[in-house]
């Protein structure tokens, strides 16, 4: 029999609406890329790799020049300190890292909890290692992490909790005392924590992300996750890396050297160069996201759409209640068919399919593009 939890699930919510926006020539403000690659001088770096080799596996951990960066920029950034030996693993992106995580630290029948609305992977690859998923339910507005929230899920059963911040769909980048009630919930229980910080630079308004690993006891009970991709505007390169404690570094590694064993070496190379010298890049990245993202509320507030506060990420979620009675999935596929704009309905980020009157705009993408979007909205609610 085939496995069940893949077996059973639809096409990704990402991949429906990208290709419902190709055939309608849609703007995509759905699936979250940008429509610009990353540094050239990073991309040169991975380029001249290429040609002169060697293009053999590189060790399953990683190339140690990336290692060394990645563990370099933990500390740059956050005092962080990780051996690059046997605390840092490079993975072919966060996706991989997420699931290798997953199956290396939870198994069959173990508690995983997840924070309500959910990023699509984490809740099947969970189910496939025979977790059993718990959520810690966010709720609009503001999509807050409360301890009340927190203690209905996380509790003595817990085995790990998966936690994303900044936070994709939310937009939420969790406060310091989000993330200090957080620690306190978990230190109470033996569980380990799996920190999705893929877009640790995408943060606006001059906000703090805070690691957990930061907190004190902290460190030892969480690994970390980020992403070449969203620092650098480079998605489909899938170059991601795992940081945290040798003890549960080394279970990730294991699960690692089956999923992907290695990641392409040229890529390794350009994406240590990133670490080191391209760092204004996401600096540049978040001040022009920003823009965008005030250009997009501000337009969607004027057309009647109720704008949630977005602190980071590439995306800003709304209610359309006030638009129409429809519920965000049919919502989405209309607009693209007749507005020729493409999102997505955030149910798809719930169990339970609710709330279903929001939906998500991915703002990763050139102004011109997002004004256009705006255009088009507009055109289609204002003239009858
Ligand atoms: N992370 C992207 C998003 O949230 C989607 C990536 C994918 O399609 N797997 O839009």
């Not at 991949?15 to 610009?36: E, K, R, Y």
């Amino acid at each position: 029999m085939p496995n069940p939890v893949f077996a059973g699930l639809p096409t990704s919510i990402f991949q429906h609406m990208t290709i419902l926006a190709q055939a309608h020539d849609a703007l995509n403000l759905g699936q979250g890329f940008p429509d610009q690659d990353g540094p050239m001088a990073l991309r040169e770096v991975a380029a001249r790799a290429l040609v002169d080799g060697p293009n053999q596996y590189p060790p399953s951990k990683g190339l140690g020049v990336l290692r060394q960066a990645v563990a370099g920029h933990a500390r740059q950034f956050y005092g962080l300190s990780y051996d690059p030996e046997d605390e840092v693993l490079v993975t072919s992106g966060g996706t991989e890292a997420i699931a290798g995580s997953l199956m290396a630290l939870a198994g069959q029948g173990d508690e995983v909890v997840m924070i309500e609305p959910t990023y699509d992977s984490y809740r099947p690859m969970a189910e496939a290692v025979g977790a059993v998923v718990k959520t810690v339910k966010l709720a609009p507005p503001g999509w807050r992490l409360t301890e009340e929230v927190l203690r209905a899920a996380i509790g003595p059963g817990t085995r790990a909790v998966l936690i994303n911040s900044p936070h994709n769909p939310a937009g939420r980048v969790f406060s310091r005392e989000e993330m200090e009630t957080l620690a306190k919930v978990v230190l109470e229980t033996d569980a380990v924590v799996i920190c999705d910080e893929v877009y640790e630079h995408l943060v606006f308004d001059g906000l703090p992300h805070i690691p957990l690993a930061t907190l004190p006891g902290m460190r030892e009970r969480c690994v970390r996750i980020g992403s070449a991709g969203k620092i650098f505007s480079l998605t489909g390169w899938k170059v991601g890396w795992v940081t945290g404690p040798r003890e549960l570094v080394g279970l990730v590694f294991k699960a690692h050297q089956f999923l992907t064993f290695t990641t392409p070496p040229a890529l390794q190379t350009g994406v240590a160069h990133g670490l080191r010298h391209e760092m204004d890049f996401p600096r540049a990245l978040t001040a022009r996201l920003q823009g965008n993202r005030d250009i997009l509320a501000a337009g969607l507030t004027r057309l009647g759409f109720a704008v949630q506060p977005c602190e980071g990420t590439y995306f800003l979620t709304a209610d359309i209640s006030n638009l129409t009675n429809e519920k965000d999935f049919a919502f989405c596929e209309r607009l693209i068919r007749e507005a020729g704009v493409a999102l997505i309905p955030l149910s798809a980020f719930f169990k339970s399919g609710t709330p279903d009157t929001f939906v998500r705009f991915a703002f990763c993408k050139q102004q011109s593009l997002i004004e256009q979007s705006l255009e088009r909205l507009e055109k289609y609610f204002t003239v009858p």
